[in-house]
């Protein structure tokens, strides 16, 4: 199956500051689903990407797929401590989503 | 709003035990999903049905593990002679058709003593 890997795997950021995280394939992916996983939560669906080259926005957090559609970036501006968590990009073929590990974010105040 | 619902929260047996577990999906949706998740990693694909009919089952799945969804509504997964590398968050996720967000519920936590 389609393998997907996260740097970094840990994140400790200022809250304030702005940080990336990122999500690299080897294989073409036909799209890529992001989900947050809050501590003791389970995980949550923020976004899907699904064109090459696609930039959505929400609110501080910017979703960006890769121009060959094998790699993808989450970008948060102005860290706030709501953005604890671990955020998962997943390959996604027509059923089966392939999660990467995970970048575990803490932020201090 | 019903998200995805499992149950029990936390299971807790000793080796060798079965033990099953319930998911009732989004009501509307037609794809039901079993994930395993373990310390430090992200979900792993089990199985998937859509309706009543199981349509995938990955390799992590060993013969000990059975799934089943009877109705197309609720789903139960069920370990045999549970052993200590069991021990995970069981997650079920539910979707529409195509490849769309999957909707998680809070998961089963086993542990193996």
């Known amino acids: 199956g389609q393998q997907v890997m996260q740097i970094p795997q840990y994140q400790h950021v200022q809250e304030g500051e702005d940080f990336t995280t990122y999500c690299n394939s080897s294989?073409?992916?036909?799209?890529i689903q992001w989900y947050k996983q809050r501590p003791g939560g389970h995980p949550v669906f923020l976004i899907q990407?699904?064109?090459?080259?696609e930039v959505k926005k929400q609110k501080r957090l910017t979703f960006q797929f890769g121009e060959a559609k094998k790699n993808s970036s989450l970008h948060i501006t102005a860290t706030q401590t709501t953005d604890v968590g671990t955020y998962f990009c997943?390959?996604?073929?027509?059923?089966?989503?392939?999660f990467g590990a995970g970048t575990t974010v803490t932020v201090r105040a | 709003d019903t998200g995805v619902s499992q149950n029990p929260r936390h299971k807790i047996t000793k080796r060798g035990q079965n033990v099953t577990f319930r998911c009732d999906p989004i009501?509307?949706?037609?794809?039901l999903y079993w994930y395993r998740q373990t310390l430090g990693q992200g979900p792993e694909f089990l199985t998937y049905?859509?309706?009543?009919?199981?349509?995938?089952k990955s390799r992590l799945l060993s013969d000990r593990f059975s799934a089943e969804r009877p109705k197309g509504s609720f789903s139960t997964l069920e370990i045999q002679r549970t052993e200590q590398g069991d021990s995970a968050m069981y997650l079920c996720?539910?979707?529409?058709?195509?490849?769309?967000?999957?909707?998680f519920g809070d998961g089963t936590r086993l542990s193996i003593l």
């Open positions: 996720a539910s979707s529409e058709v195509g490849r769309g967000p999957q909707h």
């Open positions: 294989t073409t992916l036909s799209n």
């Open positions: 990407l699904v064109k090459s080259g």
């Open positions: 997943a390959a996604s073929n027509d059923y089966k989503l392939s």
């Open positions: 009501s509307e949706h037609n794809r």
């Open positions: 049905f859509q309706n009543e009919a199981q349509l995938e």
